[in-house]
Nanobody
Framework: QVQIVESGGGLVQPGGSLRLSCKTSGFPFDDYAIGWFRQAPGKEREGVSCASSSELSKYYADSVKGRFTISRDDDESMVYLQMNNLKPEDTAVYYC??????????????????WGHGIQVTVSS
């Protein structure tokens, strides 16, 4: 069965860094685009970043460009999100998701077939 498990979240001070990991199994990882989404309290879920299959393309939300970096390890079926210079507005539950037919709208949550349960990231002093 499909499993997607996020790890690496927690509490960090503004300006700090975290590295989120996404461990997947149960589907042909190489054929899927993998995205990160986040949802803050009272807000809609938003796309943060995405790496297409074979890492041919990488996408980032404007709010995280230059601070976050997505990478994938196809041998281990893992995806990572390195988050630097974190800001309080980055506080949210972060979700890892997999899409088989992403198309051009990488940040459309409806395009993703499988989701993890999410992990909390809190940026606060």
């Amino acid at each position: 069965q499909v499993q997607i498990v996020e790890s690496g979240g927690g509490l960090v001070q503004p300006g700090g860094s975290l590295r989120l990991s996404c461990k997947t199994s149960g589907f042909p990882f190489d054929d899927y685009a993998i995205g990160w989404f986040r949802q803050a309290p009272g807000k809609e879920r938003e796309g943060v970043s995405c790496a297409s299959s074979s890492e041919l393309s990488k996408y980032y939300a404007d709010s995280v460009k230059g601070r976050f970096t997505i990478s994938r390890d196809d041998d281990e079926s893992m995806v990572y999100l390195q988050m630097n210079n974190l800001k309080p507005e980055d506080t949210a539950v972060y979700y890892c998701a997999a899409s088989w037919a992403l198309g051009s709208t990488w940040d459309n949550a409806a395009k993703y077939n499988y989701w993890g349960h999410g992990i909390q990231v809190t940026v606060s002093s």
